[in-house]
């Protein structure tokens, strides 16, 4: 046994010199991105801010939490989950077709690949440039988030829907078209019972994703509660601030708790 393992030992490849080229690339990465760091502009009283931060975040204004008018933190957080809910409703509902439209099993390759294409296209371009594009038409406010959550959402679910339709077993389809059913009764029957729980899993993941892009967008003015955390953040107040990060713990938690359920109860069935 032991002369066995020996010649396993000195049967394996050495990567040592691999390891050591990759090691000296990834430093030289690293210096190399180090310097394009800029320390020259730190304020003398860099200190004394971060004190001021840490503070003003350790010790929120919860008056701010009585306020359920319009424009108050409730509001806005509600609004927030809105842009979040209705973006991945439609960019789902999109992606639907798009999705089988990308699927070289489903549709001709050709097409497929014109269809992969222009799902890359939508994926390249980042949220932030979604929301300011959309600002510029629309104008700000919810609508512009909405948009913008419709079009990010549009990139990944089809990706991932067109995924999971490239997985699917087609001798069910086969068996259908032997029994002379139609191309629609196939999908309705053959295709959708099998990607049923594993599409809306995926939406509720985006949705869990959405709930935290919001957010950002609201600092652009794409409606939501970004738009007072970044007036907050700029205005130095800091108490404001740490009660607006305090509810959007709250909500991620909440909202990452019940899909994580949602997705564990889609997936093994508890």
Not at 46 to 68: A, H, M, Q, T, V
């Amino acid at each position: 046994m032991d002369i066995k393992i020996e010649k396993v030992l000195k049967e394996e490849p050495n990567y040592r010199l691999v390891r050591t080229i990759l090691s000296v690339i990834t430093i030289g990465i690293l210096v190399w991105s180090s310097s394009v760091m800029d320390f020259s502009n730190t304020s003398s009283k860099g200190i004394e801010i971060i004190k001021s931060i840490i503070g003003g975040l350790l010790s929120p204004d919860f008056s701010l939490l009585g306020n359920f008018a319009k424009g108050g933190l409730w509001y806005l957080v509600f609004e927030t989950i809105c842009i979040a809910f209705v973006g991945t409703l439609i960019g789902a509902l999109i992606s639907l077709p798009l999705a089988f439209l990308s699927s070289h099993n489903i549709v001709p390759r050709v097409i497929a690949e014109i269809f992969k294409l222009l799902i890359l296209l939508i994926r390249t371009i980042p949220a932030i440039v979604y929301g300011l594009m959309f600002i510029r038409v629309t104008g700000p406010g919810p609508f512009a988030g909405v948009m913008t959550m419709t079009f990010i959402s549009i990139g990944m679910l089809t990706k991932l829907f067109q995924e999971t339709i490239a997985n699917i077993d087609t001798s069910i389809l086969e068996a259908f078209e032997s029994l002379g059913i139609g191309r629609w009764g196939k999908i309705r029957f053959g295709i959708f019972p099998q990607l049923f729980a594993s599409f809306l899993s995926t939406i509720i993941y985006r949705f869990d994703m959405n709930i935290r892009d919001a957010t950002t967008l609201g600092l652009v003015g794409a409606g939501g509660i970004g738009a007072p955390l970044i007036f907050a953040i700029n205005s130095y107040r800091w108490n404001e601030v740490g009660i607006i990060l305090l509810s959007l713990m709250i909500l991620v938690l909440i909202v990452e708790l019940l899909s994580t359920r949602l997705r564990k109860r889609l997936s093994y069935g508890y």
